[in-house]
């Protein structure tokens, strides 16, 4: 299209420049000679009506766009007045958008420091999804979208979910969080086949669990010590618990709920085989078994009680927790970090727990 518009242009200029030499009375018989043909090419078209290239309107637009709309009326043009006033309009609309548009369209590209970083948190980490990622992200104060964080792993031929699982929430549980605790039994076993019983709780609204203990033997004495331990825990933190639940298991003596409405905490069974009614619990469970537990190979009750207490710490004051915003049971998240200089020279330290089964990521100090 520019080619033939300069074609038209340097011909036309030509025919300009053999103007010059003409005299007023041979432009006015060529006027009167062009008008006739026009007239005649008019009247041979019938209905039909002339085509014109882009290149021709944008011609005739640059010649005629000056002149008054008056005076268009007076010329014989083989079109309105108005539609070349039109295409001038187009024109410099079309213009107008091609001067505005953006050099570099769409959202602005990633630090290559931050994409970095997500593949190695995805590469160190193979069970992590994107969602997880991208809370890691945020604890480490780097400001980003999970999808973008999605995207990076997609187009890298990572699995963005590898273990993607979707939690449904009661309208009990979102209304009651504050004062509900979950607790729970869950085993384990050691090398030398010895099963473990392991008591455990979720608080509702902040996600922090506490292991009670283990034992291979859940006896009502024990049981019930882990509920007065609970109690005590609970008032030296100033948390104030109404409507703990748990299941029907035959490892809660009558006197574990006894002893907790001595103190005016009244249980919640859930009920039979709706696992769902507690499903705060069997999410962190499922968490504890994957992240934990089958990675390690449990050799008595003191090596499981550190694993446990490893993670315990691990839980609460590191990883973050989608159903709380990406939030830390016992920290806030840390400011974002916006000044660029500082994003594109990331300094991330990895500090292990347990050998390398947790990962955690810190900004260097």
Not at 103 to 127: C, D, K, M, Q, W
Not at 174 to 185: E, G, I, K, V, W
Not at 246 to 261: T, Y
Not at 289 to 300: F, V
Request: charged share 25%; hydrophobic share 40%.
């Amino acid at each position: 299209m520019l080619l033939r518009l300069a074609y038209l242009g340097v011909t036309n200029a030509f025919a300009l420049l053999r103007l010059l030499p003409m005299s007023d009375r041979d432009k006015d018989t060529e006027i009167l000679a062009l008008r006739h043909q026009i007239t005649v090419l008019e009247r041979q078209l019938g209905d039909a009506r002339p085509r014109f290239s882009p290149n021709d309107r944008a011609f005739l637009t640059a010649l005629l766009h000056r002149i008054p709309v008056d005076a268009l009326r007076r010329l014989r043009l083989p079109v309105r007045p108005e539609t070349v006033l039109r295409w001038h309009q187009d024109f410099m609309k079309r213009r107008h958008a091609i001067r505005s548009r953006p050099r570099r369209p769409g959202r602005p590209r990633t630090v290559r420091s931050i994409l970095l970083l997500t593949l190695r948190l995805a590469r160190e980490n193979p069970t992590w999804g994107y969602h997880r990622i991208h809370g890691e992200l945020l604890v480490l104060g780097i400001k980003i979208a999970a999808s973008t964080v999605r995207q990076i792993l997609k187009d890298t031929g990572i699995d963005p979910a590898p273990q993607h699982t979707t939690t449904t929430w009661s309208a009990f549980l979102r209304s009651q969080a504050d004062a509900l605790p979950a607790c729970d039994f869950f085993e384990t076993s050691t090398l030398s086949g010895t099963r473990l019983y392991v008591l455990a709780v979720i608080e509702h609204a902040s996600r922090r669990i506490r292991i009670l203990g283990a034992t291979a033997h859940p006896t009502a004495s024990w049981v019930t010590q882990a509920a007065r331990n609970l109690v005590m825990d609970l008032e030296d933190a100033g948390r104030h618990v109404r409507l703990p639940i748990r299941d029907h298991d035959g490892k809660f003596p009558a006197l574990f709920d006894a002893v907790l409405a001595d103190s005016g905490i009244e249980v919640v069974l859930s009920g039979v085989r709706i696992p769902r009614m507690n499903a705060i619990m069997e999410r962190r469970l499922r968490s504890c078994r994957r992240e934990l537990l089958d990675r390690t190979l449990i050799w008595n009750r003191p090596h499981l009680l550190h694993a446990l207490r490893e993670y315990e710490k691990y839980y609460n004051t590191h990883r973050p927790h989608q159903g709380i915003a990406n939030a830390r049971p016992l920290r806030t998240p840390p400011p974002a970090v916006t000044d660029q200089a500082a994003l594109t020279r990331l300094d991330i330290r990895q500090r292990q727990r347990l050998g390398g089964i947790l990962n955690e990521y810190h900004p260097a100090a």
